[in-house]
């Protein structure tokens, strides 16, 4: 079969904390059944969540234990990829139990640093997989650390193909999106919390200059009058984060979304053969790449500050 569901899972992490966004990923498990959804995307940074408009205390120079103590509680709602980690294992049974691969945007905890991370969860094999961002971007950089060639991760899912991509601001480093292409993506995901009219230009382009299927998942959080959530100087009229979740194909055309102002869960139907067909006059990794002219080198070994030899 060439022909399948993908969606755009658009939520925001509840402010109350990963249980509860948990909670509300879990509670679409009968629509995803229902539209035969084969692979969802979650935005960046569902599970852990992403504290907007906090500073963590810091200015140049110094930070205040109120601070510390901020990152603390953050660290706290981050998750653990392991075989003990409960949010985990809730995921997998859920991609079990509805035949849908899952990939979704974590705080991942990592010792005492914390990524913000994609994970990949096959219906038959569980957690496959994961990527961790490569450049957090702006004050982000505080409270994330980064991740390192190593994770330049792509699934290979039963009846989807190639499935891969990038968090957020990330997708604009042209090196990361040709290294991905050159590694025969079918569906690149672009997992993000920019609910921006420039993010959507953004997804097109990706679609049309990878010739492939691009998913970008956007999370949703209302006015933070109505959830608890501070957002100093931020427009008290305006949602603290808009959504913006889109679906695009092999040319860059827009094939559902964008979805803006509530949350909900985007599908449309992808034929695969679609790819090839873009690329008859287009293969940015093939007879357009002019590789006589140009060559990136990809560094995937993984970095460790310590390395005890025996």
């Excluded at 909670?23 to 599970?47: D, N």
């Excluded at 287009?282 to 070994?301: A, I, K, M, W």
């Amino acid at each position: 079969m060439t022909t399948v569901i993908v969606a755009a899972l658009q939520i925001g992490a509840d402010p109350r904390g990963t249980k509860y966004t948990l909670e509300k990923i879990l509670s679409y498990e009968e629509e995803l059944k229902l539209k035969q959804v084969k692979l969802v995307v979650i935005p960046e940074a569902t599970l852990g969540g992403y504290p907007k408009g906090s500073t963590f205390g810091t200015y140049l120079g110094y930070r205040l234990p109120e601070g510390r103590q901020q990152f603390a509680k953050y660290y706290k709602e981050s998750i653990e990829l392991d075989d003990n980690s409960p949010e985990l294992s809730a995921l997998v049974g859920l991609s079990s139990r509805t035949d849908c691969s899952i990939v979704i945007g974590v705080i991942e905890r990592g010792g005492s640093t914390l990524y913000c991370t994609i994970v990949y969860i096959d219906p038959n094999l569980g957690f496959i997989g994961k990527h961790r961002k490569l450049m957090p971007t702006a004050t982000e950089r505080l409270i994330w650390g980064q991740g390192d060639g190593s994770t330049l991760y792509v699934a290979d899912f039963k009846s989807l193909g190639k499935v891969g991509g990038a968090i957020c601001w990330e997708n604009y480093m042209p090196l990361l999106r040709a290294s991905f292409y050159a590694k025969g993506i079918q569906i690149y995901v672009a997992p993000t919390v920019d609910d921006r009219d420039g993010w959507t230009s953004l997804i097109r382009t990706i679609g049309n200059e990878g010739r492939l299927f691009a998913i970008s998942a956007v999370q949703f959080l209302a006015k933070a009058e109505e959830i608890g959530f501070d957002v100093p100087g931020y427009d008290p009229n305006k949602n603290i984060i808009d959504g913006g979740s889109v679906i695009v194909n092999p040319y860059g055309e827009i094939i559902a979304g964008p979805l803006r102002g509530s949350e909900g869960l985007l599908s449309a139907e992808i034929d695969l053969n679609t790819i090839i067909e873009a690329r008859y006059d287009f293969d940015p990794v093939g007879h357009y790449s002019r590789n006589d002219v140009f060559q990136l080198t990809v560094d995937e070994t993984a970095k460790s500050s310590v390395v005890f030899k025996k």
